[in-house]
Nanobody, 125 residues
């Protein structure tokens, strides 16, 4: 079973940047897709960015133009570059992967079969 470990979270001022990393215990892309979710306090977990094995990317509207998902196959790592951060982006960010779900399905419900432990991102206003 593949394990995912996120890193790179922290405290940053509004307008700043962070890069999150999701390191896998083996190659990720037998998996159909890898995504970054976030969950703010008292809110549902939402998909913010996703990347398919074929290289297709998808972003939720609120982060388009600010976030970029990418991968380094040699390092078994997926990244989330977050720029122009806003206070409302404060949340725990989770990396998740699934070997059968489409991005559309991943966005409707957080039911991926593999999850990391999450990393806290706090954006101060």
């Amino acid at each position: 079973q593949m394990h995912l470990v996120e890193s790179g979270g922290g405290l940053v001022q509004a307008g700043g940047s962070l890069r999150l990393s999701c390191a896998a215990s083996r190659s990720m892309f037998p998996m159909n897709a890898v995504g970054w979710y976030r969950q703010a306090l008292g809110k549902q977990r939402e998909l913010v960015a996703a990347l398919t094995a074929g290289g297709t990317t998808n972003y939720t509207d609120s982060v388009k133009g600010r976030f970029t998902i990418s991968r380094d196959n040699a390092k078994n790592t997926v990244y989330l570059q977050m720029n122009s951060l806003k206070a409302e982006y404060t949340a725990v960010y989770y990396c998740a992967a699934d070997n059968g779900l489409t991005i559309a399905r991943m966005s409707r419900q957080p039911i991926c079969n593999t999850w990391g432990q999450g990393t806290q991102v706090t954006v101060s206003s």
